[in-house]
């Protein structure tokens, strides 16, 4: 059965925390039965894995019940394609080299996958100084959440898309890490809050942490669909950033402890399957990923898709975004 999502807002954006630009989906999603066994770098899944997680992630209906979606507002279209050759706009505090370096990574993995260079602009430090209609737009912090800023930036983003939020209305600073997507009267796009290291000098518990976040929340805005809660905690992470439950409410962001379990809760990087799933997205060429076309393609083209996959994870450059754990593919 396809699954269900809860609400679209009258004012044409999406809450929460998965999806295509951005996590703004209130969602929760339970996978598929995955295979059983130990976590292990040995674990390879299999063909019905890969198809389980496709239909949990991206095949789903929704309920628009709750908050209805005004009828004058365009047709949500869930086209991975039109983000990953689109352009990002880069703004805030300056990006350590951390950041840079995973963007610069991920953007070539998009140009391999998609055989187009995405566009990314540096734009200093505030969103006015963002080319006009950008399709994401990412805001890097250091330190304190930069509560005014965001506010500041999604009021542009109001106007620039018509959007029309409610009087006085505020998005809260939820996490270290955190999209929001928008779809308005004038176009769709995406804003990534980000929170990235004070310094360039790091451990490797904070490198692993920093680089989890940022991957994660670049491979949402491009593959839309929604991370899938892995309750089973004794099978291996397959991904589309699988989440298992894990309570670190009132721990500071910056603590070990919270980035500790944080990491532990989802993949450190991108697996074998979300890579297979970008190669998946651009080759069926959908008008949209939500239908049940997706996993068509995806059997009819399953050892093509895979041969893809291999290649590129091969790639020395994209390492840094791999979890190795899970990036075995199915036979």
Not at 54 to 81: C, H, K, Q, Y
Not at 239 to 244: F, I, N, R, T, V
Not at 309 to 319: D, G, S
Request: aromatic share 10%.
């Amino acid at each position: 059965m396809p699954k269900r999502v809860t609400g679209f807002s009258a004012n044409s954006f999406i809450r929460g925390c998965a999806a295509w630009l951005a996590g703004a989906l209130l969602a929760v999603f339970l996978a598929n039965p995955v295979t059983a066994g130990a976590r292990s770098d040995l674990v390879r899944p299999d063909r019905s894995d890969y198809l389980n997680l496709a239909r949990s992630g991206w095949v789903f209906e929704f309920n628009t019940r709750r908050m209805r979606r005004p009828a004058d507002l365009p047709p949500i279209r869930f086209d991975s394609a039109e983000v990953a050759t689109g352009e990002i706009c880069l703004f805030g505090d300056p990006p350590k080299a951390l950041s840079r370096q995973i963007i610069h990574s991920f953007t070539e993995l998009l140009r391999e996958v998609y055989e187009r260079r995405l566009a990314v602009t540096f734009a200093g430090r505030e969103i006015e100084n963002c080319p006009p209609h950008q399709r994401v737009y990412i805001r890097l912090y250091s330190g304190a959440p930069p509560y005014a800023r965001l506010n500041a930036d999604l009021r542009l983003l109001d106007r620039e898309f018509d959007i029309r939020f409610p009087p006085n209305w505020n998005e809260p600073v939820r996490s270290p890490a955190q999209a929001n997507g928008f779809f308005g009267r004038r176009g769709a796009s995406a804003h990534l809050l980000i929170s990235q290291p004070p310094t360039d000098e790091m451990s490797d518990l904070q490198r692993d942490y920093y680089t989890s976040i940022l991957v994660e929340e670049l491979f949402q805005v491009v593959s839309f669909g929604a991370d899938i809660l892995k309750a089973d905690r004794e099978s291996p992470f397959l991904s589309k950033l699988q989440e298992a439950p894990v309570n670190l409410r009132y721990v500071p962001w910056n603590s070990e402890r919270y980035m500790t379990g944080l990491l532990r809760s989802n993949p450190k990087g991108l697996c074998g399957f979300d890579v297979f799933m970008l190669h998946a997205l651009a080759a069926a060429d959908l008008e949209s990923a939500n239908s049940a076309e997706l996993l068509d393609f995806i059997e009819t083209h399953f050892d093509d898709l895979r041969a893809r996959t291999e290649r590129t994870l091969r790639h020395a450059a994209y390492a840094p975004m791999i979890d190795s754990s899970c990036a075995p593919l199915p036979d």
